[in-house]
């Protein structure tokens, strides 16, 4: 380690449980973040911090206003530019600590691409905001026999739990077949998204925080220290919470090999992403954006384009459209009219 990296870390290479020689095998590691919100965003400030040596971020969506409360590394600016988030992302982490790769990839990680985009990375990272994908990790990070760290936060409470495939609790052990601990608290927040209750930014920072610490272990070679336990904390009640998860020996994943969000079986065509939105997963095209927009300019109000996206206003809805065919409408829970305006606008 040069003398300029030693000093930056020399807090970090002070703690015992890392010291110089775990500081170096986090500057030669590598993981990725699915998700870049509030959770994304925290996780991947405190590895790039930490000096972890590569990180790809794989996030979806777009920068708006109302995410500025709570997801730490966008800015107003990124806001107004509608930048997708793992763009900005990237922007921020590089200016953060240049020492380090930072790859930012604008995708929506599905069974058809999950395999492209997590192979080669030692340690995947949770920082989605549904189940769907949540259950697509685990069954990727279990087929590739690689560890994962599961996370999730709603209102004021968040949950984490690491999976070191073979050896604990797989997320399908955990929430497909266990009843509910007995003092009736939460464990997965399945009931509830931010759209419907709201969150507070202190709950993704503790619990990206507990996540990182997670991750930490695992990169520094210290995987014995990690997983088996479901630990939940809610800011606002002070309650934390860690119970021990035990293999299933009947788990559809980590016993029987099912990997049936891996193999899109239980992957929607259409799903709903937020609060009165529809995202419509197509991917069979590539569209050149500004040629879109100029085509559909005369018809449609608010055309704005980036490079990265293209929007603009239907009233009452609202359409984001992306370069591989993927859209978002908003202003509608119905799949229907979302495909009208899509095929009216994109194409059939």
């Given at each position: 380690?040069?003398?300029?990296?030693?000093?930056?870390?020399?807090?970090?290479?002070?703690?015992?449980?890392?010291?110089?020689?775990?500081?170096?095998?986090?500057?030669?590691?590598?993981?990725?973040?699915?998700?870049c919100g509030a959770l994304g965003t925290?996780?991947?400030?405190?590895?790039?911090?930490?000096?972890?040596?590569?990180?790809?971020?794989?996030?979806?969506?777009?920068?708006?206003?109302?995410?500025?409360?709570?997801?730490?590394?966008?800015?107003?600016?990124?806001?107004?530019?509608?930048?997708?988030?793992?763009?900005?992302?990237?922007?921020?982490?590089?200016a953060i600590n240049s020492g380090v790769?930072?790859?930012?990839?604008?995708?929506?990680?599905?069974?058809?691409?999950?395999?492209?985009?997590?192979?080669?990375?030692?340690?995947?990272?949770?920082?989605?905001?549904?189940?769907?994908?949540?259950?697509?990790?685990?069954?990727?990070?279990?087929?590739?026999?690689?560890?994962?760290?599961?996370?999730?936060?709603?209102?004021?409470?968040?949950?984490?739990?690491?999976?070191?495939?073979?050896?604990?609790?797989?997320?399908?052990?955990?929430?497909?077949?266990?009843?509910?601990?007995?003092?009736?608290?939460?464990?997965?927040?399945?009931?509830?998204?931010?759209?419907?209750?709201?969150?507070?930014?202190?709950?993704?920072?503790?619990?990206?925080?507990?996540?990182?610490?997670?991750?930490?272990?695992?990169?520094?070679?210290?995987?014995?220290?990690?997983?088996?336990?479901?630990?939940?904390?809610?800011?606002?009640?002070?309650?934390?919470?860690?119970?021990?998860?035990?293999?299933?020996?009947?788990?559809?994943?980590?016993?029987?090999?099912?990997?049936?969000?891996?193999?899109?079986?239980?992957?929607?065509?259409?799903?709903?992403?937020?609060?009165?939105?529809?995202?419509?997963?197509?991917?069979?095209?590539?569209?050149?954006?500004?040629?879109?927009?100029?085509?559909?300019?005369?018809?449609?109000?608010?055309?704005?384009?980036?490079?990265?996206?293209?929007?603009?206003?239907?009233?009452?809805?609202?359409?984001?459209?992306?370069?591989?065919?993927?859209?978002?409408?908003?202003?509608?829970?119905?799949?229907?009219?979302?495909?009208?305006?899509y095929a009216r606008y994109i194409g059939?």
């Amino acid at each position: 380690m040069d003398p300029k990296s030693y000093e930056r870390y020399s807090r970090q290479i002070l703690f015992g449980e890392i010291g110089e020689a775990g500081q170096q095998r986090l500057l030669e590691s590598s993981a990725v973040i699915v998700g870049c919100g509030a959770l994304g965003t925290d996780l991947a400030n405190l590895l790039v911090r930490a000096g972890v040596g590569k990180l790809r971020i794989v996030d979806r969506d777009f920068v708006e206003p109302s995410n500025l409360q709570r997801q730490t590394l966008f800015e107003e600016s990124d806001a107004l530019e509608s930048l997708p988030k793992a763009v900005a992302a990237e922007r921020r982490l590089r200016a953060i600590n240049s020492g380090v790769s930072v790859e930012g990839v604008v995708a929506d990680v599905s069974s058809k691409n999950a395999e492209e985009l997590l192979h080669g990375f030692p340690l995947i990272l949770d920082g989605t905001d549904n189940f769907e994908t949540r259950f697509l990790l685990n069954d990727v990070a279990i087929h590739l026999n690689v560890p994962w760290i599961y996370a999730a936060v709603v209102a004021s409470y968040g949950v984490t739990m690491t999976v070191r495939p073979g050896v604990t609790a797989c997320l399908a052990c955990a929430l497909e077949f266990s009843a509910p601990p007995e003092n009736g608290s939460r464990t997965s927040g399945a009931e509830d998204t931010c759209d419907t209750v709201g969150v507070l930014g202190a709950a993704a920072g503790v619990i990206a925080s507990i996540e990182a610490a997670e991750a930490l272990k695992l990169l520094v070679g210290k995987a014995e220290l990690t997983g088996g336990r479901l630990i939940s904390f809610d800011v606002w009640s002070g309650r934390f919470q860690s119970v021990r998860m035990a293999r299933n020996p009947e788990c559809r994943a980590c016993a029987q090999n099912d990997f049936r969000y891996l193999e899109g079986d239980e992957q929607p065509h259409l799903t709903m992403c937020g609060r009165d939105s529809v995202q419509i997963h197509e991917r069979r095209r590539q569209l050149d954006l500004a040629a879109l927009g100029r085509r559909i300019a005369p018809t449609v109000a608010d055309v704005r384009e980036n490079g990265f996206l293209l929007r603009f206003r239907v009233p009452p809805y609202e359409m984001t459209v992306f370069a591989d065919g993927r859209a978002i409408v908003k202003g509608t829970r119905d799949t229907s009219v979302a495909r009208s305006l899509y095929a009216r606008y994109i194409g059939a």
